[in-house]
């Protein structure tokens, strides 16, 4: 069974400029989770998905931060404009339904210089 | 806020020791816990997990022991080897329902 496939699986950017990570889910599963993880502590959530509608994005920082997952399959998480703090690695995981055990990606690393 | 936290953020063993990796919780509604495993480089991968209606579940060469009545779990590595070198996040929720919340993570370091 195929994993939970992210890209890219780095990213440098300057502050100010935008920038774009994809995931594509375990087949099958229904929720779609996107975490920020900054070095040495554990991932953050910042948004949650069922199917194509969204679930929880109550700690995703709406003025520069957005995602959608058009179709219910694949999700797309966009920065604009990028700042110094949103270095990290950036999380996708899914889920068969809410609250189940939750797979991840390998992550997107995204260094703003 | 109620969160998930783990006692040592270092823990270093001797190769083929037993290792014990040890996580407080303060929401008492919580009824599912995992167990994460990260290498360098890598996300999170799913280790064993257990739910609150158990105290002991056992995987391959890892156990996970709850204690509900301290709010504590903790995961125990059998014969520990170089390849469990990683660091070591639990998370909590409550099943079907909110999202999972992780602690910041112990980094296991493996002596040969």
């Known amino acids: 069974e195929a994993g939970v496939a992210q890209s890219p699986r780095y990213k440098i950017i300057e502050k100010r400029q935008s920038v774009a990570f994809w995931c594509n889910p375990i087949?099958?599963?229904?929720?779609l989770y996107w975490y920020q993880q900054i070095l040495g502590q554990g991932p953050k959530l910042l948004i949650q998905?069922?199917?194509?509608?969204?679930?929880?994005d109550s700690q995703l920082p709406k003025d520069r931060f957005s995602a959608e997952r058009l179709k219910g399959v694949d999700s797309t998480l966009k920065i604009q404009p990028a700042k110094l703090e949103d270095s990290a690695v950036y999380l996708c995981?899914?889920?068969?339904?809410?609250?189940?055990?939750?797979?991840f990606g390998e992550g997107s690393w995204l260094t703003v210089v | 806020g109620e969160s998930v936290g783990l006692h040592l953020p270092t823990l270093s063993v001797q190769e083929g020791d037993n290792s014990i990796i040890n996580c407080a919780y303060s929401?008492?509604?919580?009824?599912?816990f995992i167990w994460y495993k990260q290498e360098s480089g890598k996300g999170p991968q799913f280790i064993i997990d257990?739910?609150?209606?158990?105290d002991k579940r056992q995987g391959q060469r890892v156990t996970v022991l709850l204690n509900k009545t301290v709010k504590h779990l903790s995961l125990q590595i059998a014969a520990t080897q170089p390849g469990d070198s990683a660091v070591y996040f639990c998370?909590?929720?409550?099943?079907?329902?909110?999202?999972?919340?992780f602690g910041k993570g112990t980094r296991l370091s493996v002596i040969a």
């Open positions: 998370a909590e929720n409550i099943w079907g329902n909110t999202p999972l919340v």
């Open positions: 087949s099958g599963h229904a929720t």
């Open positions: 995981a899914s889920s068969l339904v809410a609250g189940n055990t939750i797979y």
């Open positions: 998905f069922q199917n194509n509608g969204v679930v929880d």
């Open positions: 257990i739910r609150s209606n158990m």
């Open positions: 929401n008492s509604a919580s009824d599912y």
